[in-house]
């Protein structure tokens, strides 16, 4: 408050400490913001959160990422239906064949029973401990070093990939390090995410489980198919990333100066943060609702392309192994070829025969199990929290 160290008071410093002083102590606004480790929409490309000091010294950094990946399992296994459902829309729905929420579910019912709501969901859930892990190391590695008195100069320098000499980690270097972290992540695990799609469409008695997906995978169709889709899926990082931090993160306001990226975070921090940057439960969840919605809805597009490429061959394995197929779940529709497609293909074929909003088939479901997997992840982080022991200051 006193800002020219006379040891008084005037009363312009009262004024500007109470109206208009934002909170700028790094590692307190780090502690309370967390939300790509607290948060779990179902989606992993995310820019990773930043642990202080303190807690990569203390070990508290993988305590809370332990308690992210609880959270993120019970999460996704709750919405998993919702999910599935979109999963299914992304692929099979159409202007000829019409998938509402309601039928949908009811489909699904009838083809598998209750149980089916649930398929793909065992490895969505196996995957987040290997992503998580990756993420995180690739992260440390390739952002720059921005701790006190930290000489190592790092395999990967972003600083100097963009021409910054800042000192912290501005909004540009964290996009930078979080999505070629993510793009690390996704390569090592991207064919889980394969297996998750087909194991999602597949149909009452066509796999008996992960491993029996994958063998099939690799007898008939090869290496390669674990990676189709990888193209869009690799592209999606940027608008997602991108658009998460440009709605909810803030570059430390330079010392000095007020404000910063007109963002959700730091407009509460200029307004409200006046003795703390602690924004409470209902502020951090509606930020990071809302950021993560946004970046769902710029990628969505390249996610669609992605599931459709990711379950081009499944129509053909279903019928080389003389499996009835229902009509919901034909893979292959009267408008569509059963040949394999490229991203840029397919992006035509849909605008062509389905116009812009076939793009966002199942954008419904997925936008219905946001609010659901935010609160949930949020109050089983906060349990495991506690369980592991990690205080907050």
């Avoid at 598998?112 to 690739?138: D, Q, T």
């Avoid at 008695?205 to 690799?218: N, R």
């Avoid at 459709?308 to 019928?319: F, I, N, P, S």
Wanted: proline share 5%; charged share 20%; aromatic share 8%.
């Amino acid at each position: 408050m006193d800002k020219n160290g006379t040891m008084t008071i005037d009363w312009d410093e009262w004024r500007d400490y109470h109206l208009l002083h934002p909170a700028d102590n790094i590692p307190e606004i780090i502690l309370h913001w967390k939300h790509s480790t607290i948060l779990d929409v179902g989606e992993s490309i995310v820019v990773p959160d930043e642990f202080t000091a303190e807690e990569k010294k203390t070990g508290m950094w993988w305590r809370h990422l332990v308690a992210g990946g609880g959270a993120g399992a019970v999460s996704r296994t709750c919405t998993a239906p919702l999910d599935r459902l979109k999963v299914l829309m992304q692929v099979h729905a159409s202007k000829t064949n019409s998938m509402r929420i309601g039928s949908g579910f009811l489909q699904m019912i009838r083809e598998g029973g209750v149980r089916s709501l649930w398929r793909g969901n065992g490895i969505n859930v196996i995957k987040i401990g290997p992503e998580s892990a990756i993420k995180f190391m690739a992260y440390e590695q390739v952002r720059p070093g921005s701790e006190p008195g930290q000489n190592v100069v790092k395999p990967l320098q972003i600083k100097r990939l963009i021409g910054s000499n800042q000192e912290t980690l501005g909004m540009t270097e964290r996009f930078v390090s979080g999505s070629l972290a993510g793009a690390i992540a996704q390569s090592s695990i991207y064919p889980m995410e394969v297996l998750k799609t087909r194991l999602a469409l597949r149909k009452t008695g066509q796999y008996s489980g992960i491993l029996d997906c994958a063998k099939h995978i690799l007898q008939r169709e090869g290496v390669a198919a674990f990676y189709k889709g990888y193209v869009p899926n690799m592209l999606g990082i940027i608008p997602y990333a991108g658009i998460d931090l440009a709605v909810y993160e803030v570059s430390g306001p330079e010392p000095g100066r007020r404000g910063g990226s007109a963002t959700l975070k730091n407009s509460w921090l200029q307004r409200f943060a006046t003795d703390s940057a602690d924004p409470g439960v209902f502020v951090l969840l509606a930020c990071g609702t809302t950021s993560s919605t946004c970046g769902q809805l710029a990628s969505y597009p390249l996610a669609l392309v992605r599931t459709r490429m990711q379950a081009q061959g499944l129509a053909d394995q279903k019928r080389s192994c003389h499996l009835e197929l229902h009509p919901v779940f034909e893979l292959i529709g009267p408008s569509e070829p059963s040949q394999e497609l490229s991203m840029s293909a397919l992006f035509r074929l849909i605008v062509r025969t389905e116009g812009a909003l076939g793009l966002y088939r199942g954008l419904a479901p997925n936008f219905m199990k946001v609010v659901p997997s935010v609160s949930i992840s949020y109050v089983v982080y906060e349990h495991l929290k506690r369980s592991l022991g990690v205080q907050s200051r």
